[in-house]
T-cell receptor
Framework: SQQGEEDPQALSIQEGENATMNCSYK?????LQWYRQNSGRGLVHLIL?????REKHSGRLRVTLDTSKKSSSLLITASRAADTASYFC???????????FGAGTRLFVKA | DVKVTQSSRYLVKRTGEKVFLECVQD?????MFWYRQDPGLGLRLIYF???????EKGDIPEGYSVSREKKERFSLILESASTNQTSMYLC??????????????FGQGTRLTVV
């Protein structure tokens, strides 16, 4: 069963604009992570936010977590063409071993 | 740097063949995972292993088995390949939950086509 669901499924923006992607999940979690995947490649970890954190920053990335709404958002500021990729949220359920991924958001940044 | 290596980038097999997908990691991670990725469905967990010789079914284990004889190697086996197993297969490894670093490290993926 899918734990994380991303929204939107696809997003197209101009270089320099901000991109926001959302993720919703269903059960209690230890943490939520965001990954990036370039076309046809493996996933690369971007940022992890723990269940007791509300906001986290890493360079141009800002992640928020609202455990009461079981949702998270990833903001990429001042986007670049090189940010074009698919972005996935992943959750580790409380008491579980598994990392469960959503279907992803495809981001296209036009130069 | 952590390295997770999958034995093949591209593989073409015939229906009914037994297929082995190999994954090796060099970070002494206890946890290893096999996912398949299909358009619109994201990554779906096939099997995972939390230690040598230990394995657990994921969400879609039917038609697959796994082997973990050594800590660094986790193999996915398609007992009798079928066309609906055509997909991208991704291997990942990770330290156990609760450790300082629980991010998963992925291999580059194996695109399997069953004809």
């Amino acid at each position: 069963s899918q734990q994380g669901e991303e929204d939107p499924q696809a997003l197209s923006i101009q270089e320099g604009e901000n991109a926001t992607m959302n993720c919703s999940y269903k059960t209690s979690i230890n943490n939520l992570q965001w990954y990036r995947q370039n076309s046809g490649r493996g996933l690369v970890h971007l940022i992890l936010i723990r269940s007791n954190e509300r906001e986290k920053h890493s360079g141009r990335l800002r992640v928020t977590l609202d455990t009461s709404k079981k949702s998270s958002s990833l903001l990429i500021t001042a986007s670049r063409a090189a940010d074009t990729a698919s972005y996935f949220c992943a959750t580790e359920a409380t008491g579980g071993f598994k990392t469960i991924f959503g279907a992803g958001t495809r981001l296209f940044v036009k130069a | 740097d952590v390295k997770v290596t999958q034995s093949s980038r591209y593989l073409v097999k015939r229906t009914g063949e037994k297929v082995f997908l190999e994954c090796v990691q060099d970070m002494d991670h206890e946890n290893m995972f096999w996912y398949r990725q299909d358009p619109g469905l994201g990554l779906r967990l096939i099997y995972f292993s939390y230690d040598v010789k230990m394995k657990e079914k994921g969400d879609i284990p039917e038609g697959y088995s796994v082997s973990r004889e050594k800590k660094e190697r986790f193999s996915l086996i398609l007992e009798s390949a079928s066309t609906n197993q055509t997909s991208m297969y991704l291997c990942a490894s990770r330290s156990p939950i609760g450790g300082a670093n629980t991010e998963a490290f992925f291999g580059q993926g194996t695109r399997l086509t069953v004809v």
